[in-house]
């Protein structure tokens, strides 16, 4: 019976911890999701709660852009809660399911392979639950779409490609299939292949396999020991051009192979600044202000008004020049000196907090 009574109490003390422990968190919760004032219902009376559902988070990018998502969703007082995806199509899915079954206002989904997506958002949907997607086109006319101006973005970059090295190369090219971003960007290389009959694709390659940089580097040594004689990468994404230039360097190709690219974090300012680095230009949106924007677009869902079926924010070309002639080593010093890196009126209103 004593010990009976010992386990009793010591589980009575427990539960009672535990509802501290629960309150505490609740009302750290309660604080965080707090009134807006001046905003709309339901920001507010505060208490909105938004998931962002992530499929790729590897690299500095997505850091970058959950950063600002989170920093836009502390602004307007939103419970946010984010679901690392790891590149798992299922996982993906169930984490959609759990942030419908917490009863949130919106979901974000960030990438994603549309055709594991399609049903489960439209789940949400049919529970009131407001959707906005970042490059995943889930073919829902009432899910906008987000963005990076991937015509652009490409357009910037093979223009670049012309100037640096006229229009007869040979080129390698990193792509994967199915990612919308990536699907709109090689519409442009193959629009550009066309006007551009004497501009070669040697070789082809490219892979999401974690560590991405590393699995496309081992993919590009052999491209570049197959095809000797390429001399242009088009490699539209920050990790697959960290891959192209880290085989380049070990295989002592950095003067020989120029890669334009796609994307920016402050690592990868530093890879391109290195001394005779292969990495010459990139084209880029900040993806904190692209967090940002997404956080938006999704409060303007909730708040029933209309941000737009799709939201583009406009990149910016930055070359190797640039960031070595104006001293540029972050993310922070592109900004102060590209003021359109900086910030986006993509889903502004009055009522929306602007972030610094």
């Known amino acids: 019976m004593r010990s009976l009574l010992r386990h009793t109490s ?44 992530n499929y790729l988070s590897t690299g500095d990018f997505f850091q970058a852009y959950e950063a600002g998502a989170q920093k836009q969703a502390k602004a307007l007082g939103i419970d946010l809660r984010i679901y690392e995806g790891r590149q798992d199509a299922a996982e993906q899915r169930e984490q959609i399911q759990q942030a419908i079954s917490l009863g949130v206002s919106a979901i974000i989904v960030n990438h994603g392979l549309p055709e594991s997506l399609k049903d489960v958002v439209q789940r949400a949907l049919d529970k009131g639950i407001k959707v906005v997607a970042f490059d995943v086109d889930l073919g829902n006319p009432k899910i906008p779409q987000i963005e990076q101006s991937d015509h652009d973005l490409a357009a910037l970059l093979l223009d670049q490609a012309v100037k640096d090295n006229g229009d007869a190369f040979s080129a390698g090219y990193v792509y994967v299939a199915g990612f ?11 629009d550009f292949k066309n006007a551009h009959p004497k501009v070669q694709e040697k070789a082809r390659w490219g892979t999401v396999d974690n560590p991405i940089a590393q699995s496309v580097a081992n993919q590009a040594a052999a491209a570049y020991r197959a095809h000797p004689d390429i001399r242009v990468v088009f490699a539209p994404y920050d990790e697959f051009a960290r891959g192209a230039k880290l085989a380049a360097d070990e295989a002592k190709l950095s003067s020989k192979i120029r890669i334009y690219s796609a994307d920016i974090s402050t690592a990868d300012i530093e890879a391109i600044r290195a001394p005779n680095s292969p990495w010459v230009a990139t084209a880029a949106t900040n ?45 922070a010093e592109l900004g102060a000196k590209f003021p359109a890196f900086r910030a986006s009126d993509a889903a502004t209103a009055s009522w929306i907090p602007t972030l610094d």
């Open 287 to 331: 993806p904190a202000v692209v967090g940002a924007v997404s956080v938006r677009s999704a409060a303007f869902l909730v708040a029933g008004q209309d941000p737009g079926h799709r939201i583009v924010v406009k990149p910016t070309l930055i070359t190797r020049d640039d960031l070595v002639n104006n001293n540029i080593r972050t993310i």
């Open 10 to 53: 010591a589980a009575t003390r427990i539960v009672g911890a535990l509802a501290l422990l629960s309150a505490t968190v609740l009302a750290a919760l309660s604080a965080y999701a707090a009134p807006l004032k001046g905003a709309p219902a339901p920001f507010d009376k505060g208490g909105v709660k938004v998931a962002l559902v």
């Open 180 to 190: 919308a971003p990536l699907d709109r960007r090689d519409a442009v290389w193959r």
